[in-house]
């Protein structure tokens, strides 16, 4: 397991954009698929994106695509999630999450952040 900490959430007008940044512990960083859930107040949590270990293949939950990016930065044990033109819907708890492979279900993810709070006024 790794050790996930989030940050660069905040307080952001509808339209505008905010990057998200994923530090994570362990040797082990460079061979992890990495992504990022969202999760609102009383509902589940629900996939955003996800990434492979290298960077070369990336999936997004249909109301994120063409909207946000997510990509890695291995030297730096690092992942990014970059959130345009967001939307009042787009606020939440949003968490950086390892695992073995890209996959939109949370149970794949073995290791979790504590979340950022991104909230998007209208």
């Known amino acids: 397991q790794v050790h996930l900490v989030e940050s660069g959430g905040g307080l952001v007008q509808a339209g505008g954009s905010l990057r998200l940044s994923c530090a994570a512990s362990g040797r082990s960083f460079g061979s992890y698929a990495m992504g990022w859930f969202r999760q609102t107040p009383g509902k589940e949590r629900k996939f955003v994106a996800a990434i492979n270990w290298n960077g070369d293949s990336t999936t997004y939950s249909d109301s994120v695509k063409g909207r946000f990016t997510i990509s890695r930065g291995n030297a730096k044990n690092t992942v990014y999630l970059q959130m345009n033109s967001l939307k009042p819907d787009d606020t939440a708890l949003y968490y950086c999450?390892?695992?073995?492979?890209?996959?939109?279900?949370?149970?794949?993810?073995?290791?979790w952040g504590q979340g950022t709070q991104v909230t998007v006024s209208s």
């Open positions: 999450v390892a695992g073995l492979a890209p996959s939109s279900r949370d149970a794949d993810f073995h290791s």
